[in-house]
Protein backbone atom coordinates (compact mmCIF):
# COMPACT_ATOMS: atom_id res chain seq x y z
CA UNK A 1 0.00 0.00 0.00
CA UNK A 2 3.13 2.56 0.61
CA UNK A 3 3.32 3.21 -3.27
CA UNK A 4 -0.29 3.95 -3.36
CA UNK A 5 0.38 6.85 -1.27
CA UNK A 6 2.62 9.08 -3.09
CA UNK A 7 2.63 9.97 -6.62
CA UNK A 8 5.16 8.67 -8.83
CA UNK A 9 6.99 11.25 -11.27
CA UNK A 10 6.47 10.83 -14.72
CA UNK A 11 9.67 10.02 -15.54
CA UNK A 12 9.08 6.61 -13.94
CA UNK A 13 5.97 5.72 -15.53
CA UNK A 14 5.63 3.78 -18.96
CA UNK A 15 2.46 3.08 -19.71
CA UNK A 16 1.34 7.26 -20.10
CA UNK A 17 2.94 9.94 -19.28
CA UNK A 18 -0.07 11.55 -17.76
CA UNK A 19 -0.94 11.44 -13.65
CA UNK A 20 -4.59 11.87 -14.53
CA UNK A 21 -5.82 9.80 -17.60
CA UNK A 22 -9.86 9.14 -18.13
CA UNK A 23 -10.82 6.57 -20.47
CA UNK A 24 -14.41 5.84 -21.41
CA UNK A 25 -15.72 6.88 -18.82
CA UNK A 26 -19.61 6.02 -18.01
CA UNK A 27 -21.71 7.73 -14.75
CA UNK A 28 -24.88 7.05 -13.53
CA UNK A 29 -27.14 8.49 -10.64
CA UNK A 30 -29.55 5.94 -10.00
CA UNK A 31 -30.94 5.07 -12.85
CA UNK A 32 -29.62 8.03 -14.87
CA UNK A 33 -27.11 7.52 -17.18
CA UNK A 34 -25.08 10.74 -16.48
CA UNK A 35 -21.29 10.17 -18.11
CA UNK A 36 -21.03 8.61 -21.87
CA UNK A 37 -17.41 8.16 -22.01
CA UNK A 38 -15.69 10.81 -20.55
CA UNK A 39 -12.10 10.75 -22.32
CA UNK A 40 -9.46 13.43 -21.57
CA UNK A 41 -5.86 13.54 -19.37
CA UNK A 42 -3.51 15.49 -17.65
CA UNK A 43 -0.18 15.89 -17.31
CA UNK A 44 1.81 16.42 -14.08
CA UNK A 45 2.21 20.14 -13.20
CA UNK A 46 -0.60 21.17 -15.37
CA UNK A 47 -3.88 23.24 -14.96
CA UNK A 48 -6.96 21.97 -16.80
CA UNK A 49 -9.94 22.88 -16.56
CA UNK A 50 -13.82 21.40 -17.78
CA UNK A 51 -15.83 24.03 -19.34
CA UNK A 52 -19.36 23.16 -20.37
CA UNK A 53 -22.83 24.38 -20.10
CA UNK A 54 -24.77 23.60 -16.78
CA UNK A 55 -25.63 20.05 -16.49
CA UNK A 56 -22.85 18.54 -19.14
CA UNK A 57 -21.75 16.54 -16.65
CA UNK A 58 -18.81 18.54 -15.30
CA UNK A 59 -19.16 18.03 -11.41
CA UNK A 60 -20.33 14.37 -11.98
CA UNK A 61 -16.58 13.82 -14.08
CA UNK A 62 -14.91 15.45 -10.73
CA UNK A 63 -16.90 13.10 -8.69
CA UNK A 64 -16.58 9.77 -10.59
CA UNK A 65 -12.78 10.63 -10.58
CA UNK A 66 -12.64 11.00 -6.63
CA UNK A 67 -15.01 7.60 -6.20
CA UNK A 68 -18.18 9.36 -5.29
CA UNK A 69 -20.72 8.18 -7.54
CA UNK A 70 -22.12 4.76 -6.78
CA UNK A 71 -21.74 3.31 -10.28
CA UNK A 72 -19.28 4.31 -12.86
CA UNK A 73 -17.11 2.58 -15.39
CA UNK A 74 -14.22 2.90 -18.26
CA UNK A 75 -11.14 3.64 -16.46
CA UNK A 76 -9.48 6.19 -14.49
CA UNK A 77 -5.60 5.74 -14.36
CA UNK A 78 -4.03 7.64 -11.45
CA UNK A 79 -0.15 7.88 -12.01
CA UNK A 80 -0.76 4.85 -14.15
CA UNK A 81 -2.59 2.72 -11.56
CA UNK A 82 -6.29 1.84 -12.06
CA UNK A 83 -8.61 3.49 -9.54
CA UNK A 84 -12.33 2.88 -11.25
CA UNK A 85 -13.03 -0.14 -8.50
CA UNK A 86 -11.89 1.57 -5.49
CA UNK A 87 -13.63 3.61 -3.11
CA UNK A 88 -13.20 7.53 -2.43
CA UNK A 89 -10.65 7.22 0.73
CA UNK A 90 -8.25 4.85 -1.24
CA UNK A 91 -8.11 7.18 -3.96
CA UNK A 92 -7.96 9.79 -1.76
CA UNK A 93 -4.54 8.45 -0.66
CA UNK A 94 -3.08 8.60 -3.43
CA UNK A 95 -2.54 12.16 -3.16
CA UNK A 96 -5.70 13.67 -4.71
CA UNK A 97 -8.47 15.79 -3.03
CA UNK A 98 -11.61 17.85 -4.07
CA UNK A 99 -12.75 21.29 -3.20
CA UNK A 100 -16.95 20.29 -4.04
CA UNK A 101 -18.91 22.49 -6.06
CA UNK A 102 -21.42 23.09 -2.87
CA UNK A 103 -18.01 23.58 -0.67
CA UNK A 104 -18.96 20.73 1.69
CA UNK A 105 -17.98 23.12 4.89
CA UNK A 106 -19.22 21.45 8.13
CA UNK A 107 -21.57 23.55 10.30
CA UNK A 108 -21.32 21.40 13.56
CA UNK A 109 -17.10 22.08 13.03
CA UNK A 110 -15.50 25.62 13.82
CA UNK A 111 -13.73 26.79 11.36
CA UNK A 112 -10.79 25.21 12.23
CA UNK A 113 -11.80 22.06 12.82
CA UNK A 114 -13.03 22.54 9.10
CA UNK A 115 -9.75 23.40 8.53
CA UNK A 116 -7.71 20.62 9.98
CA UNK A 117 -10.53 17.79 8.86
CA UNK A 118 -8.67 16.56 6.28
CA UNK A 119 -6.34 14.56 7.07
CA UNK A 120 -2.25 14.56 6.13
CA UNK A 121 -1.62 11.92 3.35
CA UNK A 122 1.68 13.05 2.90
CA UNK A 123 4.38 15.24 3.13
CA UNK A 124 5.02 18.85 1.93
CA UNK A 125 1.67 19.98 2.71
CA UNK A 126 0.95 24.00 3.57
CA UNK A 127 1.17 24.64 6.85
CA UNK A 128 -1.67 26.05 9.32
CA UNK A 129 0.14 28.99 9.98
CA UNK A 130 1.13 29.75 5.72
CA UNK A 131 -2.61 28.93 5.47
CA UNK A 132 -3.27 31.58 7.97
CA UNK A 133 -1.20 33.94 5.58
CA UNK A 134 -2.53 32.96 2.55
CA UNK A 135 -6.33 33.25 4.18
CA UNK A 136 -5.84 35.99 6.81
CA UNK A 137 -9.85 36.05 7.18
CA UNK A 138 -9.70 32.51 8.30
CA UNK A 139 -7.19 33.13 10.86
CA UNK A 140 -9.85 36.19 12.03
CA UNK A 141 -12.71 33.70 12.18
CA UNK A 142 -11.28 30.43 13.07
CA UNK A 143 -13.82 29.54 16.16
CA UNK A 144 -16.39 30.47 14.17
CA UNK A 145 -19.04 27.93 13.13
CA UNK A 146 -17.94 26.74 9.45
CA UNK A 147 -20.85 27.84 7.76
CA UNK A 148 -20.89 31.22 9.62
CA UNK A 149 -18.31 32.30 7.32
CA UNK A 150 -19.23 34.23 3.94
CA UNK A 151 -19.45 32.79 0.80
CA UNK A 152 -16.35 33.76 -0.49
CA UNK A 153 -14.77 32.90 3.31
CA UNK A 154 -16.28 29.48 3.16
CA UNK A 155 -14.49 28.89 -0.36
CA UNK A 156 -11.41 29.82 0.71
CA UNK A 157 -11.77 27.35 4.04
CA UNK A 158 -12.90 24.84 1.18
CA UNK A 159 -9.70 25.86 -0.64
CA UNK A 160 -7.22 25.80 1.86
CA UNK A 161 -8.09 22.69 4.10
CA UNK A 162 -7.38 20.55 1.41
CA UNK A 163 -3.71 22.67 0.95
CA UNK A 164 -2.64 20.91 4.61
CA UNK A 165 -3.03 17.56 3.55
CA UNK A 166 0.33 17.12 1.09
CA UNK A 167 -2.07 16.18 -1.75
CA UNK A 168 -0.19 17.66 -5.20
CA UNK A 169 -3.47 16.54 -6.90
CA UNK A 170 -6.27 19.48 -6.90
CA UNK A 171 -10.23 18.85 -8.25
CA UNK A 172 -11.54 22.02 -8.08
CA UNK A 173 -14.81 22.27 -8.74
CA UNK A 174 -16.23 26.21 -9.60
CA UNK A 175 -14.53 27.69 -7.09
CA UNK A 176 -15.23 31.44 -8.32
CA UNK A 177 -18.94 30.46 -7.78
CA UNK A 178 -21.21 33.48 -7.00
CA UNK A 179 -18.11 35.21 -5.64
CA UNK A 180 -17.25 39.20 -5.65
CA UNK A 181 -14.74 39.79 -8.30
CA UNK A 182 -11.77 40.87 -5.39
CA UNK A 183 -12.79 37.44 -4.26
CA UNK A 184 -11.82 36.21 -7.87
CA UNK A 185 -8.78 37.69 -8.30
CA UNK A 186 -7.53 36.29 -5.00
CA UNK A 187 -8.47 32.62 -5.96
CA UNK A 188 -6.70 33.31 -9.14
CA UNK A 189 -3.50 34.51 -7.39
CA UNK A 190 -4.12 31.15 -5.44
CA UNK A 191 -3.98 28.99 -8.04
CA UNK A 192 -1.54 30.48 -9.92
CA UNK A 193 1.14 30.20 -6.92
CA UNK A 194 -0.40 26.46 -6.50
CA UNK A 195 0.87 26.15 -10.08
CA UNK A 196 4.45 27.48 -9.27
CA UNK A 197 4.51 25.54 -6.61
CA UNK A 198 3.68 22.22 -8.91
CA UNK A 199 0.85 21.37 -7.91
CA UNK A 200 -1.60 19.27 -10.78
CA UNK A 201 -5.23 20.90 -10.82
CA UNK A 202 -8.37 20.21 -12.68
CA UNK A 203 -10.30 23.37 -12.57
CA UNK A 204 -14.25 22.93 -13.76
CA UNK A 205 -15.23 27.17 -14.40
CA UNK A 206 -18.24 28.74 -15.99
CA UNK A 207 -16.52 31.59 -16.00
CA UNK A 208 -13.90 31.19 -19.06
CA UNK A 209 -11.87 34.65 -18.67
CA UNK A 210 -10.85 33.44 -15.56
CA UNK A 211 -9.98 30.23 -16.75
CA UNK A 212 -8.23 31.44 -19.37
CA UNK A 213 -5.67 33.35 -16.79
CA UNK A 214 -4.73 30.08 -15.24
CA UNK A 215 -5.15 27.35 -17.32
CA UNK A 216 -2.68 25.23 -19.88
CA UNK A 217 -5.49 23.72 -21.78
CA UNK A 218 -9.53 23.04 -21.75
CA UNK A 219 -11.65 20.44 -22.12
CA UNK A 220 -15.43 20.87 -23.69
CA UNK A 221 -17.82 18.66 -21.63
CA UNK A 222 -21.43 18.26 -23.53
CA UNK A 223 -23.80 15.68 -22.73
CA UNK A 224 -21.45 13.41 -20.64
CA UNK A 225 -18.37 13.16 -23.56
CA UNK A 226 -15.76 15.74 -23.67
CA UNK A 227 -16.13 16.90 -27.45
CA UNK A 228 -13.51 19.58 -27.66
CA UNK A 229 -10.12 20.00 -26.42
CA UNK A 230 -8.71 23.72 -26.82
CA UNK A 231 -5.30 24.90 -25.51
CA UNK A 232 -5.01 28.33 -23.94
CA UNK A 233 -2.83 29.89 -26.45
CA UNK A 234 -5.51 29.01 -29.06
CA UNK A 235 -8.45 30.52 -27.01
CA UNK A 236 -8.48 33.51 -28.81
CA UNK A 237 -8.60 31.92 -32.15
CA UNK A 238 -11.73 29.58 -31.27
CA UNK A 239 -13.03 32.24 -29.12
CA UNK A 240 -16.42 31.92 -31.33
CA UNK A 241 -16.65 27.93 -31.29
CA UNK A 242 -16.18 28.18 -27.20
CA UNK A 243 -19.06 30.69 -27.62
CA UNK A 244 -20.96 28.53 -29.46
CA UNK A 245 -20.19 25.38 -26.91
CA UNK A 246 -21.35 27.60 -23.71
CA UNK A 247 -24.01 29.39 -25.12
CA UNK A 248 -23.27 32.54 -24.10
CA UNK B 1 -37.86 21.75 58.24
CA UNK B 2 -40.28 23.50 55.38
CA UNK B 3 -43.21 21.47 54.26
CA UNK B 4 -44.20 22.36 50.63
CA UNK B 5 -48.18 21.58 50.47
CA UNK B 6 -48.51 19.23 52.82
CA UNK B 7 -45.96 17.14 51.67
CA UNK B 8 -42.94 16.29 54.24
CA UNK B 9 -39.62 17.05 52.81
CA UNK B 10 -38.42 13.07 53.40
CA UNK B 11 -40.91 12.00 51.06
CA UNK B 12 -40.06 14.85 48.26
CA UNK B 13 -36.50 14.73 48.74
CA UNK B 14 -36.54 10.64 48.52
CA UNK B 15 -38.61 11.15 45.42
CA UNK B 16 -36.37 13.68 43.77
CA UNK B 17 -33.71 11.17 44.57
CA UNK B 18 -35.39 8.16 42.52
CA UNK B 19 -36.47 10.60 39.95
CA UNK B 20 -32.72 11.73 39.44
CA UNK B 21 -31.47 7.92 39.46
CA UNK B 22 -34.22 6.74 37.04
CA UNK B 23 -32.87 10.19 34.91
CA UNK B 24 -29.43 9.08 35.36
CA UNK B 25 -30.32 5.60 33.15
CA UNK B 26 -32.09 7.56 31.01
CA UNK B 27 -29.61 10.11 30.18
CA UNK B 28 -26.67 7.60 29.47
CA UNK B 29 -28.85 5.02 27.66
CA UNK B 30 -30.98 7.69 25.40
CA UNK B 31 -27.21 9.43 24.50
CA UNK B 32 -26.43 5.81 23.96
CA UNK B 33 -29.55 6.29 21.23
CA UNK B 34 -27.94 9.59 19.80
CA UNK B 35 -24.62 8.50 18.69
CA UNK B 36 -25.65 6.07 17.11
CA UNK B 37 -28.75 7.89 15.69
CA UNK B 38 -26.80 10.84 14.54
CA UNK B 39 -24.08 8.77 12.78
CA UNK B 40 -25.51 5.40 11.40
CA UNK B 41 -29.20 6.70 10.67
CA UNK B 42 -30.84 3.72 12.32
CA UNK B 43 -32.53 3.81 15.66
CA UNK B 44 -31.31 1.08 18.01
CA UNK B 45 -34.46 -0.89 19.09
CA UNK B 46 -31.86 -3.88 20.24
CA UNK B 47 -30.58 -0.78 23.04
CA UNK B 48 -32.58 -2.09 25.80
CA UNK B 49 -31.44 -5.65 25.32
CA UNK B 50 -28.06 -4.37 25.29
CA UNK B 51 -28.33 -2.71 28.41
CA UNK B 52 -29.81 -5.75 30.14
CA UNK B 53 -26.69 -7.79 28.44
CA UNK B 54 -24.32 -5.11 30.78
CA UNK B 55 -26.49 -6.41 33.23
CA UNK B 56 -26.14 -10.16 32.96
CA UNK B 57 -22.46 -9.87 32.28
CA UNK B 58 -21.31 -8.49 35.14
CA UNK B 59 -23.33 -11.25 36.48
CA UNK B 60 -21.76 -13.79 34.75
CA UNK B 61 -18.43 -12.41 35.59
CA UNK B 62 -18.78 -12.40 38.84
CA UNK B 63 -20.27 -16.15 39.34
CA UNK B 64 -18.25 -17.59 36.98
CA UNK B 65 -15.48 -16.31 37.02
CA UNK B 66 -15.61 -14.31 40.37
CA UNK B 67 -14.70 -10.63 38.81
CA UNK B 68 -16.41 -8.13 40.88
CA UNK B 69 -18.21 -5.09 40.48
CA UNK B 70 -15.05 -2.82 39.28
CA UNK B 71 -13.99 -4.44 36.64
CA UNK B 72 -17.13 -5.43 35.64
CA UNK B 73 -18.04 -1.29 34.88
CA UNK B 74 -15.39 -1.72 32.62
CA UNK B 75 -15.17 -4.91 31.15
CA UNK B 76 -19.37 -5.60 30.49
CA UNK B 77 -19.23 -2.55 28.18
CA UNK B 78 -16.32 -3.99 26.55
CA UNK B 79 -17.92 -7.37 25.91
CA UNK B 80 -21.09 -6.03 25.12
CA UNK B 81 -19.67 -3.40 22.76
CA UNK B 82 -17.93 -5.93 21.00
CA UNK B 83 -20.74 -8.15 20.45
CA UNK B 84 -22.51 -5.01 18.96
CA UNK B 85 -19.69 -5.00 16.75
CA UNK B 86 -19.98 -8.31 15.72
CA UNK B 87 -23.83 -7.49 14.41
CA UNK B 88 -22.90 -3.96 12.97
CA UNK B 89 -20.40 -5.94 10.35
CA UNK B 90 -22.56 -8.80 9.66
CA UNK B 91 -25.80 -7.39 9.64
CA UNK B 92 -26.66 -3.69 10.20
CA UNK B 93 -23.95 -2.73 8.07
CA UNK B 94 -26.19 -3.71 5.23
CA UNK B 95 -28.97 -1.87 5.78
CA UNK B 96 -27.69 1.84 5.42
CA UNK B 97 -28.88 2.84 2.12
CA UNK B 98 -32.17 1.55 3.25
CA UNK B 99 -34.79 2.98 5.07
CA UNK B 100 -34.52 3.76 8.90
CA UNK B 101 -37.92 1.87 9.24
CA UNK B 102 -35.33 -1.25 8.33
CA UNK B 103 -33.08 -0.54 11.06
CA UNK B 104 -35.48 -0.56 13.48
CA UNK B 105 -37.30 -3.66 12.83
CA UNK B 106 -33.66 -5.70 12.36
CA UNK B 107 -32.62 -4.49 15.48
CA UNK B 108 -35.93 -4.87 17.31
CA UNK B 109 -35.57 -8.16 15.90
CA UNK B 110 -31.84 -8.69 17.17
CA UNK B 111 -33.52 -7.53 20.42
CA UNK B 112 -36.55 -9.99 20.83
CA UNK B 113 -34.15 -13.08 20.14
CA UNK B 114 -31.29 -12.10 22.79
CA UNK B 115 -33.67 -11.52 25.33
CA UNK B 116 -35.53 -14.59 24.68
CA UNK B 117 -32.07 -16.14 24.88
CA UNK B 118 -31.55 -15.07 28.00
CA UNK B 119 -35.13 -16.29 29.47
CA UNK B 120 -34.68 -19.30 28.28
CA UNK B 121 -31.35 -20.13 30.46
CA UNK B 122 -31.79 -17.68 33.09
CA UNK B 123 -35.76 -17.30 33.55
CA UNK B 124 -37.70 -14.57 34.58
CA UNK B 125 -37.47 -14.26 38.11
CA UNK B 126 -34.10 -12.17 38.17
CA UNK B 127 -30.42 -12.77 39.39
CA UNK B 128 -29.40 -11.11 42.75
CA UNK B 129 -26.21 -8.61 42.35
CA UNK B 130 -24.89 -7.46 45.59
CA UNK B 131 -24.15 -3.63 46.24
CA UNK B 132 -19.56 -3.61 46.22
CA UNK B 133 -19.27 -3.33 49.76
CA UNK B 134 -16.92 0.02 49.32
CA UNK B 135 -20.81 1.61 48.46
CA UNK B 136 -23.07 -0.62 51.33
CA UNK B 137 -24.40 1.75 53.74
CA UNK B 138 -25.65 5.45 53.22
CA UNK B 139 -25.13 9.16 54.33
CA UNK B 140 -27.33 11.27 56.66
CA UNK B 141 -28.01 14.42 54.95
CA UNK B 142 -30.35 15.65 57.54
CA UNK B 143 -33.46 16.00 55.34
CA UNK B 144 -33.10 12.92 54.16
CA UNK B 145 -30.74 9.39 54.14
CA UNK B 146 -28.56 8.79 50.78
CA UNK B 147 -27.47 5.18 50.30
CA UNK B 148 -24.22 5.84 48.88
CA UNK B 149 -24.55 3.03 45.96
CA UNK B 150 -27.27 5.41 44.48
CA UNK B 151 -25.55 8.67 45.07
CA UNK B 152 -22.59 6.94 42.93
CA UNK B 153 -24.92 6.03 40.13
CA UNK B 154 -26.15 9.62 39.59
CA UNK B 155 -22.28 10.85 39.87
CA UNK B 156 -20.62 8.28 37.49
CA UNK B 157 -23.65 8.95 34.96
CA UNK B 158 -23.41 12.64 35.29
CA UNK B 159 -19.45 11.88 34.47
CA UNK B 160 -19.75 9.29 31.76
CA UNK B 161 -22.68 11.93 29.83
CA UNK B 162 -20.33 15.08 30.16
CA UNK B 163 -16.86 13.15 29.64
CA UNK B 164 -19.03 11.75 26.15
CA UNK B 165 -20.06 15.28 25.24
CA UNK B 166 -16.71 16.61 25.80
CA UNK B 167 -15.00 13.79 23.54
CA UNK B 168 -18.15 14.15 20.68
CA UNK B 169 -17.93 18.31 20.98
CA UNK B 170 -14.49 19.53 21.44
CA UNK B 171 -12.19 16.99 20.60
CA UNK B 172 -10.39 16.24 17.47
CA UNK B 173 -11.97 12.92 17.52
CA UNK B 174 -15.63 14.35 18.02
CA UNK B 175 -15.09 16.33 15.05
CA UNK B 176 -14.67 13.65 12.63
CA UNK B 177 -17.47 11.81 14.24
CA UNK B 178 -19.37 15.55 14.01
CA UNK B 179 -18.45 15.33 10.21
CA UNK B 180 -18.90 12.36 9.27
CA UNK B 181 -22.54 12.67 10.81
CA UNK B 182 -23.26 15.85 8.59
CA UNK B 183 -21.12 14.32 5.09
CA UNK B 184 -20.08 10.93 5.34
CA UNK B 185 -19.20 10.88 1.26
CA UNK B 186 -17.42 13.64 1.67
CA UNK B 187 -15.60 12.57 4.97
CA UNK B 188 -14.51 9.35 2.96
CA UNK B 189 -12.97 11.82 0.34
CA UNK B 190 -10.43 13.17 2.54
CA UNK B 191 -9.12 9.36 3.49
CA UNK B 192 -10.63 9.38 5.88
CA UNK B 193 -12.02 5.22 7.00
CA UNK B 194 -15.68 6.23 7.60
CA UNK B 195 -16.99 2.61 7.65
CA UNK B 196 -14.61 2.25 10.53
CA UNK B 197 -16.23 5.13 12.28
CA UNK B 198 -19.33 3.83 11.88
CA UNK B 199 -18.62 0.59 13.67
CA UNK B 200 -16.90 1.75 16.36
CA UNK B 201 -19.67 3.90 17.17
CA UNK B 202 -21.84 1.54 17.11
CA UNK B 203 -19.69 -0.16 19.52
CA UNK B 204 -19.71 2.99 22.06
CA UNK B 205 -22.98 3.54 21.78
CA UNK B 206 -23.77 0.10 22.71
CA UNK B 207 -20.85 0.10 25.30
CA UNK B 208 -22.92 3.33 26.99
CA UNK B 209 -26.00 0.51 27.22
CA UNK B 210 -24.15 -1.75 28.91
CA UNK B 211 -22.52 0.34 31.22
CA UNK B 212 -25.85 1.51 32.49
CA UNK B 213 -26.96 -2.25 32.73
CA UNK B 214 -23.76 -2.49 35.13
CA UNK B 215 -25.01 0.30 37.34
CA UNK B 216 -28.08 -0.96 37.29
CA UNK B 217 -27.45 -4.69 37.81
CA UNK B 218 -27.46 -4.01 42.23
CA UNK B 219 -30.32 -1.70 42.03
CA UNK B 220 -32.67 -3.69 40.05
CA UNK B 221 -32.72 -7.48 39.82
CA UNK B 222 -30.75 -8.70 36.53
CA UNK B 223 -33.61 -9.74 34.53
CA UNK B 224 -33.89 -10.85 30.86
CA UNK B 225 -37.03 -8.01 30.71
CA UNK B 226 -35.22 -5.40 32.27
CA UNK B 227 -34.05 -3.46 29.64
CA UNK B 228 -38.02 -4.16 27.02
CA UNK B 229 -39.59 -2.25 30.03
CA UNK B 230 -37.08 0.56 30.11
CA UNK B 231 -36.47 1.04 26.67
CA UNK B 232 -40.05 2.16 25.72
CA UNK B 233 -40.04 5.36 28.59
CA UNK B 234 -35.87 6.04 26.76
CA UNK B 235 -37.42 6.48 23.13
CA UNK B 236 -40.09 8.67 24.55
CA UNK B 237 -36.92 10.87 26.63
CA UNK B 238 -35.56 10.76 23.10
CA UNK B 239 -38.16 11.84 20.93
CA UNK B 240 -38.96 14.62 23.98
CA UNK B 241 -35.34 15.39 23.32
CA UNK B 242 -35.17 15.35 19.72
CA UNK B 243 -32.72 12.40 18.41
CA UNK B 244 -29.03 13.40 17.07
CA UNK B 245 -28.56 15.58 19.42
CA UNK B 246 -25.82 14.87 22.69
CA UNK B 247 -26.44 17.58 25.04
CA UNK B 248 -30.41 17.45 24.08
CA UNK B 249 -30.40 13.46 24.97
CA UNK B 250 -28.63 14.54 28.57
CA UNK B 251 -30.39 16.82 29.63
CA UNK B 252 -33.38 15.76 28.79
CA UNK B 253 -32.96 12.29 30.58
CA UNK B 254 -31.97 13.98 33.83
CA UNK B 255 -35.05 16.12 33.17
CA UNK B 256 -37.57 13.51 32.71
CA UNK B 257 -36.51 11.70 35.30
CA UNK B 258 -36.62 14.58 38.27
CA UNK B 259 -40.29 15.58 36.57
CA UNK B 260 -41.28 11.87 37.08
CA UNK B 261 -40.08 11.67 40.50
CA UNK B 262 -42.13 14.83 41.47
CA UNK B 263 -45.24 13.50 39.42
CA UNK B 264 -45.35 10.96 42.02
CA UNK B 265 -45.06 13.32 44.86
CA UNK B 266 -47.57 15.68 43.76
CA UNK B 267 -50.06 13.16 41.60
CA UNK B 268 -48.89 9.64 42.09
CA UNK B 269 -51.82 8.10 39.18
CA UNK B 270 -50.41 10.44 36.92
CA UNK B 271 -46.82 9.05 37.51
CA UNK B 272 -46.51 5.96 34.97
CA UNK B 273 -47.67 8.30 32.10
CA UNK B 274 -46.20 11.71 32.78
CA UNK B 275 -43.43 11.63 30.25
CA UNK B 276 -45.84 9.95 27.68
CA UNK B 277 -47.88 12.98 28.06
CA UNK B 278 -45.16 15.52 27.45
CA UNK B 279 -43.97 13.47 24.49
CA UNK B 280 -47.58 14.04 23.11
CA UNK B 281 -47.10 17.59 24.09
CA UNK B 282 -43.70 18.18 21.99
CA UNK B 283 -44.86 15.99 19.11
CA UNK B 284 -47.46 18.93 18.81
CA UNK B 285 -45.80 21.31 19.26
CA UNK B 286 -41.93 20.63 18.16
CA UNK B 287 -42.12 17.91 16.65
CA UNK B 288 -38.11 17.47 15.93
CA UNK B 289 -37.39 17.62 19.47
CA UNK B 290 -36.79 19.82 22.43
CA UNK B 291 -33.36 20.28 21.18
CA UNK B 292 -33.49 18.81 18.06
CA UNK B 293 -32.88 20.34 14.35
CA UNK B 294 -35.17 21.59 11.99
CA UNK B 295 -33.86 20.24 8.76
N1 LIG C 1 -27.64 13.84 -7.53
C1 LIG C 1 -28.12 13.73 -8.78
N2 LIG C 1 -29.10 12.85 -9.06
C2 LIG C 1 -29.57 12.72 -10.31
N3 LIG C 1 -29.14 13.42 -11.36
C3 LIG C 1 -28.17 14.32 -11.16
C4 LIG C 1 -27.61 14.51 -9.85
N4 LIG C 1 -26.66 15.47 -9.93
C5 LIG C 1 -26.64 15.84 -11.23
N5 LIG C 1 -27.54 15.16 -11.97
C6 LIG C 1 -27.77 15.29 -13.42
O1 LIG C 1 -26.58 14.91 -14.07
C7 LIG C 1 -26.32 15.76 -15.16
C8 LIG C 1 -24.92 16.34 -15.03
O2 LIG C 1 -24.88 17.14 -13.87
P1 LIG C 1 -23.56 17.83 -13.33
O3 LIG C 1 -23.85 18.32 -11.96
O4 LIG C 1 -22.42 16.92 -13.52
O5 LIG C 1 -23.44 19.06 -14.33
P2 LIG C 1 -22.40 20.26 -14.35
O6 LIG C 1 -21.75 20.22 -15.66
O7 LIG C 1 -21.53 20.22 -13.15
O8 LIG C 1 -23.38 21.50 -14.27
P3 LIG C 1 -23.22 22.91 -13.51
O9 LIG C 1 -22.42 23.76 -14.39
O10 LIG C 1 -24.63 23.41 -13.41
O11 LIG C 1 -22.61 22.65 -12.20
C9 LIG C 1 -27.42 16.81 -15.18
O12 LIG C 1 -28.36 16.42 -16.13
C10 LIG C 1 -28.01 16.73 -13.80
O13 LIG C 1 -29.37 17.01 -13.84
MG1 LIG D 1 -21.31 21.36 -11.53
Known amino acids: MTDATTMQPQSERTSTDALLEVQGLEGWYGESHVLHGIEFHVREGEVVTLLGRNGAGKTTTIKAIMGLLDKRRGSVKLAGKETIALQARHIARMGIAICPEERGIFSSLSVEENLHLPPKLAEGGLSTERIFELFPNLKERRRSQGTKLSGGEQQMLAIARILRTGSKFLLLDEPTEGLAPVIVQQIGR ?4 LKEAGFTIVLVEQNFRFAASVADRHYVVEQGRVVDMIPNHALDANIDKLHAYLGV | MFELLGIPPQVLMGQLLIGLINGSFYAVLSLGLAVIFGLLNIINFAHGAQ ?4 AFVSWMLLNYLGIGYWPALILAPLVVGAIGIVLERTMISRLYKLDHLYGLLLTFGLALIIQGLFRNYYGVSGLPYAIP ?27 VCFGTWFMIEKTRLGSYLRAATENPELVGAFGINVPRMITLTYGFGVGLAAFAGVLAAPIYSVNPNMGADLIIVVFAVVVIGGMGSIMGAILTGFGLGIIEGLTRVFYPEGSAVVIFVIMAI ?9 FGNTA
Open chain 1, 190 to 193: TIQA
Open chain 2, 51 to 54: YMMG
Open chain 2, 133 to 159: PALQGGQNLGFMFLPNYRGWVIVASVI
Open chain 2, 282 to 290: VLMIKPEGL
